[in-house]
C-alpha cells in the first residue's frame, strides 16, 4: 500500500504542479523575448515579474501540501489511538454537561415546587366557605 501512495502522490499532486511551473515559466520567457515596441516589452516584463511573484508566494502553499501528502500516512497510522481518545473525552464531557444540566434544573424547579407545596398547604389550611353555608 505505501508503494501505490507513493505513486499517487507523484501522478496526481506532484507531476502536474511541476508540469504548470514549467509552463508558467515558459510563457514568461516567451512573453519577455517576443519582438515588440519598447512599451510592449515593458508591459510583457511587468507581467512575467507579476506572474512570478505569485509563483513565489505560491512556494508556501505549495510546501505544505507536499508536507501533508508525505505526512499523511503517519497521522492516518495514529488515528485510532487518537479516536478511542477523543470518544472517552466526548464520554466525559457529555457525563459533566449532564450532571450540571440536572444541577440547573433542580435549581430552577424546587423553588416551583416548594411555592406549590406552600398553595397547597395554605388551601388545606384556610377554612372553607361553602362548609359553613
Do not use: F
Request: with cysteine; aromatic share 8%.
Amino acid at each position: 500500500m505505501p508503494d501505490a501512495h507513493r505513486k499517487q502522490r507523484w501522478w496526481y499532486i506532484l507531476a502536474p504542479m511541476l508540469v504548470g511551473l514549467a509552463l508558467a515559466l515558459a510563457l514568461a520567457v516567451l512573453v519577455v523575448r517576443a519582438p515588440a515596441s519598447t512599451v510592449a516589452q515593458g508591459a510583457a516584463l511587468l507581467v512575467a515579474c507579476g506572474a512570478g511573484v505569485l509563483l513565489l508566494l505560491g512556494l508556501p502553499v505549495l510546501a505544505g501540501l507536499i508536507w501533508a501528502v508525505w505526512a499523511w500516512p503517519r497521522a492516518y497510522r495514529a488515528v485510532p489511538r487518537y479516536t478511542a481518545r477523543v470518544a472517552r473525552a466526548q464520554a466525559r464531557w457529555a457525563q459533566r454537561v449532564q450532571a450540571l444540566s440536572d444541577r440547573v434544573a433542580q435549581w430552577v424547579i424546587a423553588p416551583r415546587v416548594r411555592w406549590a407545596q406552600g398553595r397547597a398547604l395554605l388551601q388545606r389550611l384556610k377554612p372553607r366557605r361553602a362548609r359553613r353555608s
